[in-house]
């Protein structure tokens, strides 16, 4: 398996719904990062997962919670979000963890806020 | 955090033409240069990467320079196809390494 996945693909919520999103990885990567990314912009990071430990919060609400289960998966809880928040959800992965691995990217989760 | 300049912001060309995207960066310890192509809602794909022992590198109808004194990298796309048009991101290390910044982007429109 060599691609990063995402489910779900489309969600929307209201203001006070609690949902979450996941990303799975089986290619071995130690490094995981959840970007949002709003229409006509470049990825934003969020968060980053180095073996499976947060090393890296960009200063991102709390109504954003990430969470890192094992090494493949990565889930980003959703609560209490605002209308501002819909973006396009990106989880992506590196074998290991710093600016000189590539990255690749999941298909996404387009998320609405109502 | 690295600042990443992208230029053009949109670009189009006939078709069989070439493409030029210039980005520049400011960390100079900065050493891994990615550009990633992401066509109308689908995810970022990275179609070529350039690291700073060499100055350039080709994979058939791209390629991708690397002035290191200049702190820019370009990309360029010869004999363009309307499957090349999508919005184009370079990408360059931060200053502490953790991460990379990624560029504005460039929308490519490649015109039959």
């Known amino acids: 398996d060599t691609e990063v996945t995402q489910t779900p693909k489309h969600l929307v919520m209201g203001m006070t719904n609690k949902k979450s999103l996941k990303c799975e990885q089986h290619?071995?990567?130690?490094?995981m990062y959840w970007y949002k990314q709003k229409a006509k912009k470049p990825p934003e990071l969020m968060f980053v997962?180095?073996?499976?430990?947060?090393?890296i919060n960009e200063s991102v609400p709390s109504r954003f919670s990430p969470e890192c289960p094992n090494s493949s998966l990565l889930n980003l809880h959703l609560h209490a979000l605002q209308p501002e928040d819909s973006a396009l959800y990106l989880c992506?992965?590196?074998?290991?963890?710093?600016?000189?691995?590539?990255?690749?990217f999941g298909p996404g989760t387009r998320l609405l806020v109502l | 955090g690295e600042n990443v300049e992208q230029h053009p912001s949109t670009l189009s060309v006939q078709e069989g033409d070439s493409a030029v995207i210039k980005c520049t960066y400011s960390?100079?310890?900065?050493?891994?240069f990615p550009w990633y192509k992401q066509e109308l809602g689908k995810r970022p794909q990275l179609i070529i990467d350039?690291?700073?022992?060499?100055g350039e590198k080709k994979d058939q109808r791209i390629a991708v320079t690397l002035n290191k004194t200049a702190k820019h990298f370009s990309l360029h796309i010869t004999e363009t196809q309307p499957e090349d048009s999508a919005v184009y991101f370079c990408?360059?290390?931060?200053?502490?390494?953790?991460?990379?910044?990624f560029g504005t982007g460039t929308s490519l429109t490649v015109i039959p």
């Open positions: 992506a992965s590196s074998q290991e963890p710093g600016a000189e691995e590539t990255q690749y």
């Open positions: 290619m071995g990567h130690r490094a």
């Open positions: 997962y180095s073996y499976e430990k947060l090393s």
């Open positions: 960390d100079s310890a900065s050493n891994y």
């Open positions: 350039i690291r700073s022992n060499v």
């Open positions: 990408a360059a290390p931060s200053n502490t390494g953790n991460q990379f910044y």
